[in-house]
Structure formats: C-alpha cells, structure tokens
C-alpha cells in the first residue's frame, strides 16, 4: 500500500481505477519513474483472500 493508500499500483485519480472488468492492466502514466503492470480492481476484490504487508508506521497509523 502506498502513502496515498493505492494498492496493487491502482492509484487514486487515475483512469485505470475506472477499467472495471480488466484482470490485468498496465499503468498509462509513469509512478516514481515507472509504468506498472498490475491486477484489476475487480479481480482484486473477488479473490478470496487479500494480504497487505505494511512496513511503515506512517502507513500503519494512517489505516489502523
């Protein structure tokens, strides 16, 4: 999870977030230099189990 709470490089503000039925989509725009290869938001939200590893407190803090 980034500082700006996107998961699975599906960032806030961005078209991919709309392409609702794609299982695997690639980034339009570079984040922190990079295009990004990711799973859809609907494949995402009909796995059966999500793991998020949090490493900073700032992030813990904020979705605690």
């Known amino acids: 999870m980034g500082n ?3 998961v699975a490089s599906l960032f806030p503000d961005t078209k991919e977030l709309q392409q ?17 290869i990711t799973l859809g938001s609907k494949t995402i939200n009909n796995s059966r189990f999500n793991l998020l590893i949090l490493k900073s407190k700032k992030k813990y803090m904020k979705y605690k």
Do not use: A, C, Q
């Open 4 to 6: 700006d709470g996107h």
């Open 20 to 36: 609702k039925n794609k299982i695997v989509l690639s980034t339009k725009e570079k984040h922190n230099g990079f295009y990004r």
